[in-house]
T-cell receptor, first 113, second 121 residues
Framework: NAGVMQNPRHLVRRRGQEARLRCSPMKGHSHVYWYRQLPEEGLKFMVYLQKENIIDESGMPKERFSAEFPKEGPSILRIQQVVRGDSAAYFC???????????FGNGTRLTVT | AQKVTQAQTEISVVEKEDVTLDCVYETRDTTYYLFWYKQPPSGELVFLIRRNSFDEQNEISGRYSWNFQKSTSSFNFTITASQVVDSAVYFCALSGPPPNAGGTSYGKLTFGQGTILTVHP
């Protein structure tokens, strides 16, 4: 059973471009979470999704950031008009039920130049 | 609000030494979960353990052991006979109750700042 798959592993974007980060949860997992690891802030929760629904987006910046988990396909974290402060490691996690341990992917390292 | 404190920013030991990583938490929930994750130099986050607030039994898994003490709000992690491969950043995390216990944000983990463990040969 493959683990949580995130791609790309590394992503470089210029200021003002869009970044799309993909996450395929483990087979049978319908709960997906996105976390961000900033250099000086540690790991912070961003958003929790179930298939086609956003359950909790209390950690998402109000602007430029959006997330989706469609019925078919991976979950996508989208950052529009990236700025240098968006440079971070973005981790996706999944679980089969709402009360199961979270299993994390390898992360996507976003660098904004 | 929930809070997790890992007071040790960095620990350096020599191989075969035992090492304990401290974790202290704050929460108003009566039902909660505690976790430890390992982040090796390659960057991924590896799940190590989950304990719920009603289970204070200590747990041992090979060279790893965990000591959960509700009275001091601590969930410490000990590595016995450390090895170079144990070098990593270790994170302690806390979550609220799951949906079947009335919670709505179980997967919204609050992480500590992490402890960088370096094991020298």
């Amino acid at each position: 059973n493959a683990g949580v798959m995130q791609n790309p592993r590394h992503l470089v974007r210029r200021r003002g471009q869009e970044a799309r980060l993909r996450c395929s949860p483990m087979k049978g997992h319908s709960h997906v979470y996105w976390y961000r690891q900033l250099p000086e802030e540690g790991l912070k929760f961003m958003v929790y999704l179930q298939k086609e629904n956003i359950i909790d987006e209390s950690g998402m910046p109000k602007e430029r950031f959006s997330a989706e988990f469609p019925k078919e396909g991976p979950s996508i974290l989208r950052i529009q008009q990236v700025v240098r402060g968006d440079s971070a490691a973005y981790f996706c996690a999944s679980s089969p039920r709402a009360d199961s341990p979270l299993h994390f992917g390898n992360g996507t390292r976003l660098t904004v130049t | 609000a929930q809070k997790v404190t890992q007071a040790q920013t960095e620990i350096s030991v020599v191989e075969k030494e035992d090492v304990t990583l401290d974790c202290v938490y704050e929460t108003r929930d009566t039902t909660y979960y505690l976790f430890w994750y390992k982040q090796p130099p390659s960057g991924e986050l590896v799940f190590l353990i989950r304990r719920n607030s009603f289970d204070e039994q200590n747990e041992i898994s090979g060279r790893y052991s965990w000591n959960f003490q509700k009275s001091t709000s601590s969930f410490n992690f000990t590595i016995t006979a450390s090895q170079v491969v144990d070098s990593a950043v270790y994170f302690c995390a806390l979550s609220g109750p799951p949906p079947n216990a009335g919670g709505t944000s179980y997967g919204k983990l609050t992480f500590g700042q992490g402890t960088i463990l370096t094991v020298h040969p």
